[in-house]
Protein backbone atom coordinates (compact mmCIF):
# COMPACT_ATOMS: atom_id res chain seq x y z
CA UNK A 1 0.00 0.00 0.00
CA UNK A 2 1.52 3.58 -1.06
CA UNK A 3 -0.39 6.26 -0.48
CA UNK A 4 1.05 9.06 -1.94
CA UNK A 5 -1.72 12.07 -1.22
CA UNK A 6 -5.18 13.11 -1.05
CA UNK A 7 -6.71 12.97 -4.45
CA UNK A 8 -10.08 14.20 -3.55
CA UNK A 9 -12.34 15.17 -1.24
CA UNK A 10 -16.47 14.37 -2.30
CA UNK A 11 -18.94 16.67 -1.00
CA UNK A 12 -22.39 16.09 -1.19
CA UNK A 13 -24.69 19.70 -2.13
CA UNK A 14 -28.24 19.95 -3.50
CA UNK A 15 -27.47 22.57 -5.94
CA UNK A 16 -24.12 22.99 -7.58
CA UNK A 17 -24.50 25.96 -9.39
CA UNK A 18 -25.21 28.14 -5.57
CA UNK A 19 -22.27 25.67 -4.41
CA UNK A 20 -19.79 26.56 -7.26
CA UNK A 21 -20.87 29.93 -6.78
CA UNK A 22 -19.48 29.84 -2.70
CA UNK A 23 -16.38 27.83 -4.09
CA UNK A 24 -15.47 30.66 -6.54
CA UNK A 25 -16.84 33.95 -4.88
CA UNK A 26 -15.89 33.45 -1.76
CA UNK A 27 -13.22 31.07 -0.86
CA UNK A 28 -11.58 32.41 -3.79
CA UNK A 29 -10.96 28.96 -6.16
CA UNK A 30 -11.40 27.92 -9.68
CA UNK A 31 -13.82 25.29 -10.97
CA UNK A 32 -12.18 23.77 -14.04
CA UNK A 33 -14.37 21.03 -15.00
CA UNK A 34 -17.92 19.79 -14.93
CA UNK A 35 -18.61 16.54 -15.60
CA UNK A 36 -21.96 14.25 -15.38
CA UNK A 37 -20.94 10.29 -13.95
CA UNK A 38 -24.37 9.02 -15.28
CA UNK A 39 -23.27 5.42 -13.75
CA UNK A 40 -23.04 7.31 -10.41
CA UNK A 41 -25.82 9.43 -10.89
CA UNK A 42 -23.97 12.66 -10.16
CA UNK A 43 -23.18 16.05 -11.75
CA UNK A 44 -19.33 16.66 -10.76
CA UNK A 45 -17.38 20.12 -10.00
CA UNK A 46 -14.07 20.10 -9.48
CA UNK A 47 -11.94 22.88 -7.81
CA UNK A 48 -7.63 22.00 -7.38
CA UNK A 49 -6.68 23.03 -3.81
CA UNK A 50 -2.88 22.29 -4.33
CA UNK A 51 -2.28 18.85 -4.74
CA UNK A 52 -5.59 18.12 -4.38
CA UNK A 53 -9.20 18.00 -5.59
CA UNK A 54 -12.49 19.56 -4.41
CA UNK A 55 -15.23 17.80 -5.99
CA UNK A 56 -18.52 18.74 -5.71
CA UNK A 57 -21.20 16.26 -5.98
CA UNK A 58 -25.07 16.74 -7.06
CA UNK A 59 -27.68 14.22 -7.28
CA UNK A 60 -29.48 13.64 -10.84
CA UNK A 61 -31.92 11.62 -9.17
CA UNK A 62 -33.23 11.23 -5.56
CA UNK A 63 -32.38 6.81 -4.95
CA UNK A 64 -28.83 7.85 -6.60
CA UNK A 65 -25.94 7.37 -3.60
CA UNK A 66 -25.63 11.28 -2.75
CA UNK A 67 -28.98 11.95 -2.96
CA UNK A 68 -29.97 9.17 -0.46
CA UNK A 69 -26.79 10.29 1.47
CA UNK A 70 -28.48 14.17 1.55
CA UNK A 71 -31.80 12.99 2.64
CA UNK A 72 -30.19 10.95 5.52
CA UNK A 73 -27.34 13.20 6.85
CA UNK A 74 -28.19 16.47 4.48
CA UNK A 75 -25.32 18.20 2.76
CA UNK A 76 -21.37 17.90 3.40
CA UNK A 77 -18.23 15.90 3.34
CA UNK A 78 -19.60 12.33 1.11
CA UNK A 79 -15.96 10.47 1.25
CA UNK A 80 -12.20 10.99 0.98
CA UNK A 81 -10.02 9.74 -1.75
CA UNK A 82 -6.78 8.83 -1.43
CA UNK A 83 -4.14 8.73 -4.73
CA UNK A 84 -2.84 4.76 -4.48
CA UNK A 85 0.02 4.03 -7.40
CA UNK A 86 -1.60 0.06 -7.87
CA UNK A 87 -5.54 0.22 -7.44
CA UNK A 88 -5.87 -3.67 -7.41
CA UNK A 89 -2.72 -4.43 -5.01
CA UNK A 90 -3.87 -2.18 -2.45
CA UNK A 91 -8.07 -3.36 -2.71
CA UNK A 92 -6.06 -6.74 -2.16
CA UNK A 93 -4.14 -5.84 0.64
CA UNK A 94 -6.47 -4.32 2.81
CA UNK A 95 -9.10 -6.95 2.09
CA UNK A 96 -6.38 -9.25 3.56
CA UNK A 97 -6.30 -7.15 6.85
CA UNK A 98 -10.62 -7.93 7.25
CA UNK A 99 -11.65 -4.78 5.59
CA UNK A 100 -14.81 -5.49 4.03
CA UNK A 101 -14.87 -3.55 -0.08
CA UNK A 102 -17.71 -1.86 -1.93
CA UNK A 103 -15.74 -2.73 -5.27
CA UNK A 104 -13.55 -5.69 -4.85
CA UNK A 105 -12.15 -4.58 -8.40
CA UNK A 106 -11.22 -1.05 -10.11
CA UNK A 107 -14.29 0.91 -12.04
CA UNK A 108 -13.93 3.85 -14.26
CA UNK A 109 -14.48 7.32 -11.81
CA UNK A 110 -14.78 10.90 -13.04
CA UNK A 111 -11.59 12.13 -14.70
CA UNK A 112 -10.97 9.31 -16.24
CA UNK A 113 -9.51 7.57 -13.02
CA UNK A 114 -10.04 4.00 -11.93
CA UNK A 115 -11.54 3.83 -8.61
CA UNK A 116 -12.51 1.78 -5.81
CA UNK A 117 -14.96 2.27 -2.34
CA UNK A 118 -13.73 0.53 0.79
CA UNK A 119 -17.41 -0.01 3.39
CA UNK A 120 -17.47 2.83 6.02
CA UNK A 121 -18.61 0.55 7.99
CA UNK A 122 -14.57 -0.59 8.71
CA UNK A 123 -12.79 2.79 8.09
CA UNK A 124 -13.86 4.44 10.94
CA UNK A 125 -16.99 5.66 9.51
CA UNK A 126 -15.04 7.46 6.45
CA UNK A 127 -16.55 6.42 3.05
CA UNK A 128 -12.75 6.23 1.71
CA UNK A 129 -12.25 5.65 -1.52
CA UNK A 130 -9.05 4.71 -3.71
CA UNK A 131 -7.99 6.79 -6.90
CA UNK A 132 -5.19 5.26 -9.67
CA UNK A 133 -4.15 7.62 -12.57
CA UNK A 134 -3.98 5.80 -16.07
CA UNK A 135 -1.28 7.18 -18.22
CA UNK B 1 -8.13 35.51 0.21
CA UNK B 2 -5.61 33.06 -0.98
CA UNK B 3 -6.01 29.61 0.07
CA UNK B 4 -2.77 27.45 -0.82
CA UNK B 5 -3.96 23.85 -0.05
CA UNK B 6 -5.70 21.34 2.60
CA UNK B 7 -4.15 22.42 5.37
CA UNK B 8 -6.38 19.04 7.36
CA UNK B 9 -9.00 16.83 7.31
CA UNK B 10 -10.66 16.47 10.77
CA UNK B 11 -12.13 13.13 11.21
CA UNK B 12 -14.40 12.27 14.29
CA UNK B 13 -13.26 9.16 15.99
CA UNK B 14 -14.64 7.08 19.02
CA UNK B 15 -11.24 5.45 20.03
CA UNK B 16 -8.34 6.88 19.10
CA UNK B 17 -6.22 3.79 19.55
CA UNK B 18 -8.15 1.95 17.50
CA UNK B 19 -8.41 4.62 14.69
CA UNK B 20 -4.66 5.12 14.45
CA UNK B 21 -4.06 1.21 14.28
CA UNK B 22 -6.22 1.31 11.45
CA UNK B 23 -4.38 4.27 9.81
CA UNK B 24 -1.32 2.97 10.31
CA UNK B 25 -1.39 -0.95 10.05
CA UNK B 26 -3.88 -0.58 6.94
CA UNK B 27 -3.36 2.30 5.04
CA UNK B 28 -0.21 2.07 6.07
CA UNK B 29 0.43 6.22 7.07
CA UNK B 30 2.48 7.12 10.23
CA UNK B 31 1.33 8.74 13.46
CA UNK B 32 3.90 11.53 13.91
CA UNK B 33 1.80 13.38 16.79
CA UNK B 34 -0.76 12.64 19.55
CA UNK B 35 -1.90 15.96 21.28
CA UNK B 36 -4.32 17.18 23.60
CA UNK B 37 -6.36 20.39 23.19
CA UNK B 38 -8.23 20.68 26.41
CA UNK B 39 -9.70 23.95 24.94
CA UNK B 40 -11.44 21.82 22.34
CA UNK B 41 -12.40 18.78 24.77
CA UNK B 42 -10.54 16.48 21.77
CA UNK B 43 -7.33 14.21 21.90
CA UNK B 44 -6.09 14.03 18.40
CA UNK B 45 -3.66 12.19 16.20
CA UNK B 46 -1.80 13.70 13.25
CA UNK B 47 -0.74 11.63 10.15
CA UNK B 48 0.80 13.23 6.83
CA UNK B 49 -0.56 12.58 3.47
CA UNK B 50 1.00 14.35 1.30
CA UNK B 51 0.80 18.27 2.14
CA UNK B 52 -2.33 17.68 3.75
CA UNK B 53 -2.79 16.26 7.44
CA UNK B 54 -5.49 14.12 8.72
CA UNK B 55 -6.24 15.23 12.26
CA UNK B 56 -8.41 11.94 13.74
CA UNK B 57 -10.35 13.47 16.89
CA UNK B 58 -11.41 11.82 20.09
CA UNK B 59 -13.50 13.24 22.39
CA UNK B 60 -12.19 13.46 25.55
CA UNK B 61 -15.85 14.59 27.29
CA UNK B 62 -19.55 13.85 26.04
CA UNK B 63 -20.36 17.45 25.89
CA UNK B 64 -17.23 18.56 24.61
CA UNK B 65 -18.30 19.01 20.09
CA UNK B 66 -16.89 15.88 18.97
CA UNK B 67 -18.68 14.18 21.35
CA UNK B 68 -21.95 16.07 20.43
CA UNK B 69 -20.87 15.30 16.39
CA UNK B 70 -20.82 11.81 16.89
CA UNK B 71 -24.09 11.69 19.37
CA UNK B 72 -25.73 13.05 16.52
CA UNK B 73 -24.11 12.16 13.05
CA UNK B 74 -21.68 8.73 14.10
CA UNK B 75 -17.81 8.56 13.17
CA UNK B 76 -16.62 10.14 10.42
CA UNK B 77 -15.53 13.59 8.68
CA UNK B 78 -15.97 16.38 10.96
CA UNK B 79 -14.46 19.73 9.08
CA UNK B 80 -12.30 20.72 6.16
CA UNK B 81 -9.28 22.94 6.94
CA UNK B 82 -7.79 25.28 4.66
CA UNK B 83 -4.25 27.24 4.87
CA UNK B 84 -4.55 31.11 4.23
CA UNK B 85 -1.60 33.10 4.30
CA UNK B 86 -3.74 36.03 5.89
CA UNK B 87 -6.03 34.69 8.85
CA UNK B 88 -7.57 38.00 9.77
CA UNK B 89 -7.97 39.62 6.64
CA UNK B 90 -9.66 36.38 5.28
CA UNK B 91 -11.88 36.20 8.21
CA UNK B 92 -12.97 39.95 7.07
CA UNK B 93 -13.47 38.90 3.70
CA UNK B 94 -15.71 36.31 3.87
CA UNK B 95 -17.84 37.81 6.34
CA UNK B 96 -17.72 41.21 3.72
CA UNK B 97 -19.77 38.51 1.54
CA UNK B 98 -22.21 37.74 3.96
CA UNK B 99 -21.03 34.24 5.37
CA UNK B 100 -21.26 34.08 9.16
CA UNK B 101 -17.85 32.97 11.18
CA UNK B 102 -18.20 31.09 14.50
CA UNK B 103 -15.10 32.81 15.22
CA UNK B 104 -14.44 36.39 14.62
CA UNK B 105 -11.08 36.52 16.03
CA UNK B 106 -7.97 33.79 15.40
CA UNK B 107 -7.59 31.37 18.02
CA UNK B 108 -4.94 29.27 18.99
CA UNK B 109 -5.38 25.56 17.54
CA UNK B 110 -3.26 22.01 17.22
CA UNK B 111 0.14 22.35 16.12
CA UNK B 112 0.39 26.11 17.11
CA UNK B 113 -1.37 27.44 14.20
CA UNK B 114 -4.10 30.36 14.38
CA UNK B 115 -7.40 28.96 13.27
CA UNK B 116 -10.98 30.44 13.25
CA UNK B 117 -14.40 28.48 12.16
CA UNK B 118 -16.38 29.29 9.22
CA UNK B 119 -20.62 28.31 10.34
CA UNK B 120 -21.50 25.26 8.26
CA UNK B 121 -25.00 26.35 7.34
CA UNK B 122 -23.75 29.18 5.11
CA UNK B 123 -21.15 26.89 3.88
CA UNK B 124 -22.96 24.28 2.15
CA UNK B 125 -23.23 21.62 4.98
CA UNK B 126 -19.41 21.76 5.21
CA UNK B 127 -18.02 23.02 8.75
CA UNK B 128 -14.78 24.70 7.08
CA UNK B 129 -11.71 25.78 9.09
CA UNK B 130 -9.23 28.59 7.97
CA UNK B 131 -5.15 28.38 9.49
CA UNK B 132 -2.47 30.31 9.32
CA UNK B 133 0.62 29.23 10.06
CA UNK B 134 2.59 31.31 12.61
CA UNK B 135 6.61 31.25 11.91
Known amino acids: MNIS ?7 AVKNLNEAIKYYEDVLGLKCYSVEEVVDQKVKTAFFMVGQTKIELLESTSADGPIGKFIAKKGEGIHHLAFAVNDLQNSL ?3 KS ?4 LI ?3 PKKGAEGLNIAFLHPKYTFGVLTEFCEKME
Chains 1, 2 share one sequence.
Not at 5 to 11: D, L, P, T
Request: hydrophobic residues 35%; proline residues 0%.
Open 5 to 11: HIEHIGI
Open 92 to 94: DEV
Open 97 to 100: KNII
Open 103 to 105: DKK
